[in-house]
């Protein structure tokens, strides 16, 4: 079985950092791309970063891009979210998932692609 475990969350300031991490097991993780996730109460889980399975591509949402790098470490199979000036609209609870399919230099960014999600960790910026 897939088994995705999010970390790092917690609360910070507005203008700090936090670095999430999630860790994979059960998977090829890095025959996959990986992405992160949020949702804020009463809101649609969004896609916030996406990186492709050999970590040489990745994507944002406009709104952290600047502020937020997604990096994945094979070996450890692990993803990060490095959150940089971190806003109050940040707070959320932050998900990562596991592409559904294997993809050439695609990632994609809507909830449906991908299949295998860890049980979130929430952040919350404080103004």
């Known amino acids: 079985q897939v088994h995705l475990v999010e970390s790092g969350g917690g609360l910070v300031q507005a203008g700090g950092s936090l670095r999430l991490s999630c860790v994979a097991s059960?998977?090829?993780?890095?025959?996959?791309?990986m992405g992160w996730f949020r949702q804020a109460p009463g809101k649609e889980r969004d896609f916030v970063a996406g990186v492709s399975w050999g970590g040489g591509s990745t994507n944002y949402t406009d709104s952290v891009k600047g502020r937020f790098t997604i990096s994945r470490d094979n070996a450890k199979k692990t993803v990060y979210l490095q959150m940089n000036t971190v806003k109050p609209e940040d707070t959320a609870v932050y998900y990562c998932a596991t592409d559904s399919r294997w993809r050439r230099g695609v990632i994609p960014t809507t909830r449906a692609q991908y299949n295998f999600w860890g049980q979130g960790t929430p952040v919350t910026v404080s103004s």
């Open positions: 059960g998977l090829a993780f890095s025959n996959y791309g």
